[in-house]
């Protein structure tokens, strides 16, 4: 694909409910992020992978949130047993090389919207 | 105390409009700084990129980063009602993640 994509869009989950978000980075995009939205807030990180290798996770808010990179492409960010307060949206990102070098843009898909209820 | 402040307005001009839209940080190690549009329920988009201090210019938009007083500048000529979104500015340090401001909401008004 040309872009970023992130499946679902939506998602209302029960609170106490798992879940599982997924991103399709740009192919052949080596770093993958994961940031947390809250309405009216700036992006904040959560996790970072650079291929499959999960070398920063600093932002997981708690122990249930998980993610992981298993072939180096695909992203699933899972949460478990959600929280109202989990209620964001979850944007991905991918860049072509290492994180944070000069130019190496981060290039954001459109977000899944979660809300517990 | 947040490392990236910025005023979250919402701004409203009217079109034409030259728009400063700014952001202060505190972390003095942060030498890569970019400005990022978001329109609504849309992933935010590379507006500006810049390294270190000094200016950069691309077309209607024109960033600024003065290191010394920690305090960075996006400005917008000849504003249009499609530049109605929110300005996001973000920066790192380098093999880091990237820390945003809280977004600007930024209003053309035809």
């Known amino acids: 694909g040309a872009g970023v994509s992130q499946s679902p869009r939506y998602k209302v989950a029960k609170r106490g409910q798992d879940v599982a978000l997924r991103c399709d980075p740009i192919?052949?995009?080596?770093?993958l992020f994961w940031y947390q939205q809250a309405l009216g807030q700036g992006p904040e990180f959560l996790t970072y992978?650079?291929?499959?290798?999960?070398?920063?996770k600093s932002g997981l808010p708690s122990d249930r949130f998980f993610a992981e990179r298993p072939e180096g492409s695909v992203s699933t960010l899972k949460i478990q047993r959600t929280q109202q307060e989990d209620s964001a949206v979850y944007l991905c990102?991918?860049?072509?090389?290492?994180?944070?070098?000069?130019?190496?843009?981060?290039?954001f898909g459109p977000g899944t919207r979660l809300t517990v209820l | 105390q947040k490392e990236v402040e910025q005023d979250p307005g919402p701004l409203s001009v009217p079109e034409g409009a030259i728009v400063s839209l700014n952001c202060t940080y505190s972390n003095s190690a942060f030498q890569y700084f970019m400005w990022y549009r978001q329109y609504s329920r849309k992933g935010p988009e590379l507006l500006m990129y810049?390294?270190?201090?000094g200016n950069k210019e691309d077309g209607r938009f024109t960033a600024q980063v003065d290191k010394s007083s920690k305090y960075i500048s996006l400005f917008i000529r000849d504003s249009q009602p499609s530049d109605s979104a929110t300005y996001l500015c973000a920066m790192s340090r380098g093999n880091t993640p990237l820390v945003f401001g809280k977004g600007t909401r930024l209003s053309v008004i035809a």
């Open positions: 192919s052949g995009h080596v770093s």
């Open positions: 990102a991918s860049s072509l090389g290492l994180a944070g070098g000069p130019a190496d843009t981060q290039y």
């Open positions: 992978f650079q291929n499959e290798a999960q070398l920063d």
């Open positions: 810049t390294y270190s201090s």
